[in-house]
């Protein structure tokens, strides 16, 4: 309607003016518009008396004043996928400086989000202005314009060294060792003296003719070869993550060599959830008293009813945690879950 000279004006799209016919199975069917007694060109309102029309909640604020564009229509349909990813009346939604608050109230991804504020932006100015706009829109997000209404885009930190490489097909995370931190010393004394105590204990029971405490020393030995792990994947290892339209994998990385720790088939990913610094309360399982620990951030990936941490705050900062997070709902279209 929109393509006709003059142009089509519907006015009043809304769910009871819109019509779903022949549906089976996962077939929509064919849908159509229907109602079109407020319907108005544009070549007609010249010199003529333009009457309000429209149904209230799906109506943008430009029709109030008697007037109607291609961009009133919509408003309305963005008014109308909002009714229908809350169930709930446009009218009844909280509403910020005209704007429709619909995000607590629906499951979207971000880029889905941000379009929908687009469509349904009060300024006729910054909303977008035809339906091929609005499609290109939703099909490339980062296209949306750099103001108020635009996708939220949180860019890589400066100075970060995690490499992110991402396409249609595939996203790919590298996190670089965390190198010398103060925590490598505690290994390193750990190490000395569990070390120690295997020597000195395999070196007195020779020594004496004994046999050996063969348990303490395969506690001692594989105490020894974990410390040693933590310390050298600290210094040198590498957490990759990869997604693509099969499956995720996690691996430790490390000298050339990869070690899998987790994988999930692609279409089991569920959630994404980033938590942020909090306090847990703890109670001693022989005791009244209770105490807060304090847990650090960390970005979590549900696959059906299994997690795997990503990483947490002890291995990124936090803009690295929150770029991560929004690259991968970005990618894999699903929200961020903020919760502890």
Not at 164 to 191: H, N, T
Not at 280 to 294: D, F
Request: with cysteine.
């Amino acid at each position: 309607m929109h393509g006709r000279q003059p142009q089509v004006i519907h006015r009043d799209i809304k769910p009871s003016n819109i019509l779903l016919t022949n549906r089976s199975g996962n077939s929509i069917g064919q849908v159509y518009l229907v109602d079109f007694g407020s319907v108005q060109t544009l070549g007609a309102k010249q010199g003529g008396t333009i009457t309000v029309v429209g149904t209230y909640g799906y109506m943008p604020p430009e029709q109030f004043g008697g007037r109607a564009v291609p961009a009133s229509d919509l408003y309305s349909l963005g008014a109308t996928l909002i009714y229908l990813t809350t169930g709930l009346h446009p009218a009844d939604l909280p509403q910020k400086d005209f704007r429709i608050q619909f995000e607590q109230a629906a499951n979207l991804s971000p880029a889905f989000a941000s379009w929908l504020k687009w469509m349904t932006q009060p300024s006729l100015e910054r909303r977008l202005a035809s339906p091929q706009e609005a499609k290109q829109a939703l099909e490339k997000p980062q296209q949306a314009p750099k103001d108020n209404v635009s996708p939220i885009v949180v860019r890589k930190p400066n100075g970060s060294k995690v490499f992110l490489k991402k396409d249609a097909d595939s996203i790919e995370i590298i996190i670089p060792p965390r190198g010398f931190r103060p925590s490598v010393v505690g290994w390193a004394g750990l190490l000395y003296l569990f070390g120690s105590m295997l020597v000195q204990g395999t070196l007195y029971a020779f020594s004496y003719g004994m046999s050996p405490d063969w348990f303490g020393f395969f506690f001692c030995l594989c105490v020894v070869i974990f410390i040693i792990h933590k310390i050298i994947f600290t210094l040198f290892g590498q957490i990759r993550l990869r997604i693509d339209p099969q499956q995720m994998t996690i691996a430790y990385a490390m000298f050339g060599l990869e070690f899998k720790f987790g994988s999930a088939p692609q279409h089991n990913i569920c959630k994404l959830v980033h938590t942020n610094k909090f306090y847990r309360l703890t109670r001693g399982a022989k005791s009244t008293s209770s105490s807060y620990v304090q847990e650090v951030p960390k970005l979590v990936i549900w696959a059906g009813t299994k997690k795997y941490e990503l990483c947490s705050e002890k291995v990124l900062t936090t803009p690295e945690l929150d770029w991560l997070a929004y690259e991968l709902s970005d990618w894999l279209n699903l929200p961020i879950s903020r919760e502890v």
